[in-house]
């Protein structure tokens, strides 16, 4: 019978972190499809039920919340424990390149070696970095969007995306990016939580993982 021993792997602040970034988005993508696509047609606008303004102002107060998680996960990307810092998702160490490779062939089902590994695999880790740079592009854009007569903002706004319109287009595309993201993301935590008896899904919550005992 294999035997397991219990490890700490994600702090408090990223479990917070990661609910917080990830209700957070829900919630833009939704009232971001709203701003772009009203689907009441705002016939009902005037009527004292604001569905516009409401949209809005859900996707500024999660706008906050968002840029502040971006802020948090830069300070821990720096300062966080062993796996929550950069350095453990880059393939820049014999370890973490073979990590990369083997999660590839695992994936494409070439391959059924898992590398055990107590913070994220090296694919996962790169495309949550991915999701952070695509992260603080949607906060540039946004507040572009938002106080363009903050003359800062403005002149910083337009020397990047020439204009307003520039950055909306980039705004939306890259909505996108984070719903195809949140799909794939949640149905590779299933896959490894059926595969492998690590705990992952719930190390989330709690924190803690699983490994082999040697
Ligand atoms: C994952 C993060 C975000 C997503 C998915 C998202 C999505 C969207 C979408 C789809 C639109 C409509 C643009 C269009 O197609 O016309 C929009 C508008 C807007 N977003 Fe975001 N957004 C995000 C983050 C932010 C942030 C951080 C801010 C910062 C304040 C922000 C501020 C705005 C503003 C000001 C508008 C324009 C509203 C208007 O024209 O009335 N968004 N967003
Ligand atoms: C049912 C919903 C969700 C579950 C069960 C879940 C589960 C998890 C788990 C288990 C991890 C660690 C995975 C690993 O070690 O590679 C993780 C990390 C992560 N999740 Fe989720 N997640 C959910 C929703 C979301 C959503 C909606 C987003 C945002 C679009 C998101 C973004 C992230 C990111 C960026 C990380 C990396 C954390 C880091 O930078 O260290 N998740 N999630």
């Known amino acids: 019978m294999a035997l397991y021993e219990k490890h700490h792997c994600w702090s408090f602040l990223i479990r917070i972190w990661h609910w917080a970034f990830a209700f957070s988005i829900v919630a833009l993508v939704i009232t971001g499809f709203y701003i772009n696509t009203p689907w009441t047609n705002t ?9 516009m303004a409401w949209a809005r102002y859900i996707h500024y107060v999660a706008a906050y919340t968002f840029s502040c998680t971006v802020v948090i996960r830069a300070y821990l990307y720096i300062f966080g424990n062993a796996q929550e810092r950069v350095w453990d998702i880059l393939p820049i160490t014999p370890r973490n390149i073979k990590n990369l490779w083997r999660t590839l062939l695992l ?26 740079v695509a992260s603080l592009v949607m906060v540039a854009t946004g507040f572009y969007l938002l106080f363009p007569e903050v003359a800062w903002i403005a002149t910083t706004g337009n020397a990047i995306f020439h204009s307003q319109q520039v950055a909306r287009f980039v705004h939306h595309i890259i909505m996108w990016w984070y719903m195809i993201f949140v799909i794939i993301h949640i149905y590779l935590c299933v896959w490894n939580d059926i595969r492998f008896p690590e705990g992952l899904i719930s190390s989330i919550f709690t924190g803690k993982k699983f490994s082999h005992k040697d």
Not at 118 to 124: D, M, Q, S, T, Y
């Open 43 to 51: 016939v009902i606008e005037g009527s004292a039920s604001w569905p």
């Open 107 to 132: 994936y494409s089902y070439i391959s059924d070696k898992h590398d055990e590994r107590l913070g994220h695999n090296i694919l996962a880790g790169l495309s949550y970095l991915g999701t952070w």
